[in-house]
T-cell receptor, first 108, second 116 residues
């Protein structure tokens, strides 16, 4: 079964601390994985796509096929990073399967 | 990347009535997706709308309850029929963003529906 799991509903860190938002997936083929972010009162937007291997707003995510993980990391959290983060998997039919989401709260 | 206009942004409806949500995209797209986000929950795909063919519904969603139209490559509607309070959710449409977004998906701003 295709599934995305984000084990933490809420992650609270202090400004400047490292952040890791966990994501594990279950998929029988070669997955396409994404991280989406939703800031307060804004629409859902793409943060990262695993195939691009970019760093966006200081965030990176590496696909680990052995551990079936796609954790999102940032070495130094900023207050403006506070948002809801969704890990998502794209199936071969083009639809996205979302994890439950993790709220990141960065405290001053 | 594609820009999606979704409306209405919110509505409060009486049970037993229907609401039609519209999504307009500023470029032609093959597939449009409709999602539901129930309170405190993640996004769940309702159906995939292809132009010129019947929408493909996910398990647990049926055409009688969520009829979809896709008259052309830039527009789609989702109707929530015979509403009950359990239908209170945010409904979102989405399209594949194309090369400019590195093939990420673009989302509308959502329709917040409250059924009373």
């Amino acid at each position: 079964a295709q599934r995305v799991t984000q084990p933490e509903k809420l992650l609270s860190v202090f400004k400047g601390a490292p952040v890791e938002l966990k994501c594990n997936y279950s998929y029988s083929g070669s997955p396409e994985l994404f991280w989406y972010v939703q800031y307060s009162r804004q629409r859902l937007q793409l943060l990262l796509r695993h195939i691009s291997r970019e760093s966006i707003k200081g965030f990176t995510a590496d696909l680990n096929k052995g551990e079936t993980s796609f954790h999102l990391k940032k070495p130094f959290a900023q207050e403006e990073d506070s948002a809801m983060y969704y890990c998502a998997l794209s199936s071969n039919t083009g639809k996205l399967i979302f994890g439950q989401g993790t709220t990141l709260q960065v405290k001053p | 990347s594609a820009v999606i206009s979704q409306k209405p942004s919110r509505d409060i409806c009486q049970r037993g009535t229907s609401l039609t949500i519209q999504c307009q995209v500023d470029s032609q797209v093959t597939m449009m997706f409709w999602y539901r986000q129930q309170p405190g929950q993640s996004l769940t795909l309702i159906a995939t709308a292809n132009q010129g063919s019947e929408a493909t519904y996910e398990s647990g969603f049926v055409i009688d309850k969520f009829p979809i139209s896709r008259p052309n490559l830039t527009f789609s509607t989702l109707t929530v029929s015979n509403m009950s309070p359990e239908d209170s959710s945010i409904y979102l449409c989405s399209v594949e963003g194309g090369q400019k977004t590195n093939y990420g998906y673009t989302f509308g701003s959502g329709t917040r529906l409250t059924v009373v």
